[in-house]
């Protein structure tokens, strides 16, 4: 995406995964990662393949053992959109899953070991033509396990190990650097077809050495708020992260990690990214708070049509870009409709149906939910 002059020499160098591509003017693909055993065909498929349905456009799954790596060639088969292996520690997994078909593979070659074994697996990486990302988390900085007792400010314990007396800069510096030098090794090795990700699990640190890398190098950037916690908690922290970057023009795939069902992940990712105008995802749905003037029940209808649009893709791409507004009342409501393309203004078990700003019809509540998704499939 590059930073937000939007110059074009400014611009992150642009790396293909699959049929897509990261960086450069590509648009902000939206990741998730599968919670499913590798080693479970049947269960991984599945799962990838409702994200797929919801929208993911780059999926990345654990390998950690032999018998992950030699299903992900099975598990490529039957998928449509690009797989990026999680390796850790054994460079012959990562090799593996290259020969397995993976279309990108995410290390950190500080837990790799030997520059001999990271070039294996840039040799794979590089003959398959597939790039890597080097992922940099806070909490398994190389420093923290190098020299704790350098860095601890007390006795209090993160994780068994002293909790560095860095302040939040000092940290984005040396994840930055950690971040660096990973990339000098894969360069060194005439490697270029690099991703990087610089993940904490807060928004200060995650902000701070996303924006101090992207100010180093033109690598394009792998955004996300590592750990962020449960659906609303973990929504409102990733928002404000990814979204603080990316509105500076930072970052060039994201992934909203969420302790949740994948699939929100990717709703949650399409939301940042549509309320930033970066891309278009589904309706833009406006309901009212509902107040004591409300007779009808707002929040059922308004996640029944949330549940019924976002679970069939065909009925997304129709909806996509249309204004639709459920407003518990006649007093505010068909003014606050007026601006959509189509509405409802509830009464008492009933509502007006607006289109364009104009009062069509009564409806009863019971069947809003059906008239709004009739509208959406008869929308050219
Ligand atoms: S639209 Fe009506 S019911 Fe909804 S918050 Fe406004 S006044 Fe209350």
């Avoid at 007792?149 to 302040?167: F, H």
């Avoid at 809003?368 to 959406?376: A, F, G, M, P, S």
Wanted: charged content about 30%; proline content about 4%.
């Amino acid at each position: 995406m590059g930073c937000a002059c939007r110059d074009k020499l400014c611009k992150t160098r642009k790396v293909k995964v699959g049929r897509f591509s990261i960086g450069g003017s590509s648009p902000v693909s939206v990741q998730s990662m599968c919670n499913t055993d590798t080693r479970d065909l049947k269960a991984t498929v599945d799962q990838i393949r409702r994200l797929e349905e919801a929208g993911c456009e780059i999926i990345r799954v654990a390998v950690p053992d032999m018998e992950a790596a030699l299903n992900l060639g099975r598990i490529k088969r039957a998928i449509s959109i690009p797989l990026v292996a999680d390796i850790h520690f054994d460079w012959r997994l990562a090799v593996e899953a290259v020969r397995q078909g993976a279309d990108k593979v995410r290390i950190n070659p500080g837990n790799i070991g030997e520059k001999d074994k990271v070039r294996e697996v840039v040799g794979a990486c590089k003959a398959a033509g597939i790039p890597i990302r080097i992922g940099v988390n806070a909490g398994s900085l190389k420093a923290l396990k190098d020299k704790p007792r350098t860095l601890a400010a007390s006795t209090e314990k993160v994780r068994g190990k002293p909790r560095p007396a860095w302040k939040p800069y000092d940290w984005a510096k040396q994840m930055v650097k950690e971040a660096l030098d990973e990339v000098r090794t894969l360069e060194s090795l005439n490697f270029r077809d690099i991703v990087v990700s610089l993940k904490a699990d807060d928004i200060e640190r995650t902000v701070m050495a996303n924006t101090l890398f992207s100010s180093k190098s033109d690598i394009p950037l792998h955004l996300g708020v590592t750990e962020a916690g449960s659906f609303l908690a973990g929504t409102v922290k990733s928002s404000l992260g990814i979204g603080l970057l990316l509105a500076q023009g930072i970052g060039d795939t994201i992934r909203v990690s969420l302790t949740e069902d994948p699939a929100m992940q990717v709703r949650a990712a399409y939301e940042i990214l549509k309320s930033l105008g970066l891309r278009q995802y589904g309706p833009d749905l406006v309901s009212c708070p509902t107040c004591g003037r409300c007779q009808v029940n707002v929040g059922k209808v308004i996640h029944e049509l949330e549940d019924r649009i976002y679970s069939d893709r065909n009925l997304l791409k129709k909806a996509e870009g249309l204004k639709i507004a459920v407003m518990g009342c006649v007093v505010n409501g068909p003014g606050e409709a007026r601006s959509a393309d189509f509405g409802i203004a509830g009464g008492k078990g009933r509502g007006i149906w607006i289109e364009k700003g104009k009062q069509m019809k009564v409806i009863k509540e019971s069947e809003w939910v059906n008239e709004v998704i009739r509208k959406i499939r008869s929308t050219k």
